[in-house]
Each structure stands twice: as structure tokens, then as C-alpha cells.
């Protein structure tokens, strides 16, 4: 629901980090606990880069499976569909989440000015 | 521009030959010049870099702030005009009311004796659904936080976005009404696990209501087994006060 505006803070880190070169790929991790739907993030992307320099620039998406750790019993799992933040061994809830709340880039890959050659 | 290649799905793209392919396909031998540069940069950097400073704001004023989430007519401006009524003369409060469009809210909730001012999201690009720190950032100046003890962020109804930003605040509450059905803490966990505090609004309307409220708190429990409970009807008043006892051991 609000990809619009997460699409602009990508922009903005995309266009800092490339520095005046030709973006191809915007590569973003997004866990899943962030209400991200990544159908809508590419979507949007193309409303936000349209008629900019980052014009035919992709964003390819890697989810990570939420997975907590039962802080009593160790136990550590993936969170699954249905959330329970308790651990599935022990029952206990003191649990912290270990895996499930990136919201990141993690790389760009540039168009070709300036590399190899 | 031959380092460009076209992939059976018909997207076309670049990229070098050492950081392999995320598309499973082979292209051994094949020589590009693309570039990768790693990043790893957190996407709500900014926002959060904003969120500390207003929070560094808040307390060099010595205000504390709590934003205050809900569903679209849980009973947030409600408890809000029964909050202000019943701590008037006690705490200075401060609001920060956000909406989509309209000033509605802002206007039931003044003349009660707080600073209010009023956040419209509907300038940007459709409406934005929720606050972010910038946004409450361009609120402060039009509060007078130095004769403030307490400042109470109405966030945009929505139990999705909000939960994703933080905005500067020192405890996250939600209200949550029993109209809205047991399991809304199953279909929106990340919302229900921000909070510290879940205000259950219109207890009063429990006996017209085929509501489990044992079914709702197990529910709750699974996804935030640390949250606190209150039971309240902002409507009639009763529970109120706990809530207000609540924001008072904030100071």
C-alpha cells in the first residue's frame, strides 16, 4: 500500500549510489514481515522511474522467509503462513525474530559506461 | 551496446560475468562489461535518520510522544476527546492529527485545550496512507513542544503502512475495535507486534456483538505475547482513566 513512496526512497538511494551511471537492475532483499508485495514494488517502479534517468530500470526482488528463535529452548524456525510468534517446541514466547525484517538493496547492476574495457 | 542480452522472458539487461546469474540460466563465455556495486543500504535509512531527530526533538523538550494507530473508525479521535477532556489542567498535550484529506478530525479535537496541528497526506502522489517521519518532522515547528508534556500522534487509519514507519515516537499504541472482528491480529501481525499497548474500544457495544473476547486475546498473545491490555469504551467513558493512567507513567 505504500510502494509509491518506498519506490522514491529506492530512487534516491539508486540515483546516489550510481553516481551518474546507467542503472539496469535494482536488487532488494525484503523480508517477510515487511508488508511489501513485490508485484506492486515493480509496478510502481515503473510509474516512479518513467521519464527519469532511470527510465528501463528493473527491480528484482529476493523474499526471506520470516524464522524466529525461542529464546528458552533455542528452537529455532520458520514462521510459516499462519503467524504465532510462539515457538512450535516449547510453547514458550519469549522469541526473537531472526530472519523476516530486511528491507534492503543490496546491489545495482550498472548498464556498461565505464566498466570492463 | 552489445553487453545487453535478452532473456527468454523478454526483459533485457546487463551484467558482468562473475556474480553469476539470479536467473538460473547459463551464460558461461558470455563477456559483458556491466558492473555490480554492492549497497546494502536499508531502504528507510532516511526515514529513520528524520525519526531519531525528532525523537532527539521530543526529548530535548522534554516531551514524550506516542503514536497512536488504528483501522479507519476503531475510535481514535473519540478516546482523543476523552483523553483531553479528563487530562486538561494536568498534561499539556500536544496533537499531531494525520489524515488522507480533510480536516474533520483536527476540528472535533479542538477547543478541548491542546496545541493541535493537522498533517494532510493527500498532497503526494494518490494519498499517502500512513505518516512518516518527515512529515510529523514538518508538523514540530507548529507545535509550541517547549510548554508540552505529551504529544499524541493520530497516524492515518490503515493497519498496514504505519506500522512500517517510524516516526520519532516513544511508544507505539493502537486502538482496536471489537466491531473489527477476532481475527485481526492473525491477518495483520506486523501492526499488533509494534505496539506496547492495545486500547480495545467499544467494550460498550459487547452484548450486541457475537465477539469471542478470549478468541481476540489468544490471538493477540500469539503474535505479541508482551503487549498490554486495555479494555475501553471511549464512547461512555469506562476505562478510560487506565488509559489515561497509561499515558501519565509515560512522563
Same mark, same amino acid.
Not at chain 2, 516513544?170 to 491480529?185: F, L, N, Q, S, W
Given at each position: 500500500m505504500h ?30 514481515l515487511r508488508q ?7 509496478? /510502481? ?5 518513467? @521519464? ?9 526482488? @529476493? ?6 528463535? /525461542? ?15 510462539? /515457538? ?13 525484517e ?16 | ?8 522472458? #523478454? ?7 562473475? +556474480? ?24 528507510f ?22 503514536n497512536?494507530m488504528s483501522s ?53 502522489? #494518490?494519498?499517502?496512507c500512513h505518516l512518516d517521519?518527515?512529515?510529523? *518532522? ?7 513542544? *517547549? ?8 497516524n492515518v487509519?490503515n493497519l498496514v503502512c504505519p506500522a512500517e514507519f517510524d516516526v520519532?515516537q +516513544?511508544?507505539r499504541a493502537m ?13 495483520y501481525p506486523v501492526m499488533f507486534r509494534s505496539c ?15 465477539? +469471542? ?10 503474535v505479541n ?11 461512555? #467513558? ?14
Amino acid at each position: 500500500m505504500h510502494e509509491l513512496s518506498i519506490c522514491s526512497s529506492i530512487a534516491d538511494i539508486a540515483r546516489r549510489r550510481a553516481d551518474g551511471r546507467t542503472i539496469s537492475v535494482i536488487n532488494v532483499r525484503v523480508g517477510q514481515l515487511r508488508q511489501i508485495v513485490p508485484d506492486t514494488l515493480v509496478y /510502481c517502479w515503473t510509474l516512479i522511474s518513467e @521519464e527519469t534517468p532511470l527510465a528501463g530500470s528493473r527491480i528484482v526482488v @529476493e523474499s526471506v522467509p520470516a524464522r524466529i528463535r /525461542c529464546r528458552s529452548c533455542e528452537h529455532t524456525a520458520d514462521l510459516g503462513d499462519l503467524p504465532s510468534f510462539a /515457538c512450535a517446541a516449547c510453547g514458550g514466547i519469549d522469541v526473537e525474530i531472526v530472519a523476516g525484517e530486511e528491507f534492503l538493496i543490496t546491489s545495482l547492476e550498472l548498464a556498461d559506461e565505464g566498466a570492463g574495457s | 551496446m552489445g553487453r545487453f542480452h535478452r532473456h527468454d522472458d #523478454g526483459t533485457v539487461h546487463a551484467h558482468d560475468d562473475e +556474480d553469476g546469474h539470479a536467473h538460473g540460466e547459463d551464460h558461461s563465455g558470455y563477456q559483458t562489461g556491466a558492473e555490480r556495486v554492492e549497497v546494502l543500504e536499508r531502504i528507510f535509512g532516511e526515514n529513520d535518520k528524520t525519526a531519531a531527530a525528532n525523537r532527539a526533538a521530543f526529548a530535548a523538550s522534554g516531551v514524550r510522544a506516542v503514536n497512536l494507530m488504528s483501522s479507519p473508525g476503531a475510535g481514535k479521535t473519540t478516546l482523543l476527546r476523552e483523553t483531553l477532556s479528563r487530562l486538561a489542567g494536568q498534561v499539556r498535550i500536544g496533537i499531531i492529527e494525520g489524515d488522507i484529506e480533510t480536516s474533520l478530525d483536527a476540528d472535533r479535537l479542538a477547543g478541548l485545550g491542546a496545541a493541535v496541528t493537522l498533517i494532510n497526506t493527500g498532497n503526494g502522489f #494518490g494519498g499517502e496512507c500512513h505518516l512518516d517521519a518527515p512529515m510529523v *518532522a514538518s508538523a514540530l515547528p507548529r507545535l509550541p513542544l *517547549a510548554q508540552l508534556d505529551l504529544v499524541l500522534i493520530e497516524n492515518v487509519g490503515n493497519l498496514v503502512c504505519p506500522a512500517e514507519f517510524d516516526v520519532g515516537q +516513544d511508544a507505539r499504541a493502537m486502538v482496536y475495535a471489537i466491531t473489527e472482528g477476532e481475527e485481526k491480529p492473525l491477518k495483520y501481525p506486523v501492526m499488533f507486534r509494534s505496539c506496547e499497548l492495545v486500547v480495545v474500544n467499544k467494550m460498550d457495544l459487547l452484548p450486541y456483538l457475537d465477539f +469471542d473476547l478470549d478468541a481476540f486475546a489468544g490471538n493477540l498473545r500469539k503474535v505479541n505475547p508482551a503487549a498490554e491490555v486495555l479494555y475501553v469504551s471511549a464512547r461512555t #467513558g469506562e476505562g478510560v482513566g487506565a488509559w489515561c493512567d497509561w499515558l501519565r507513567a509515560r512522563l
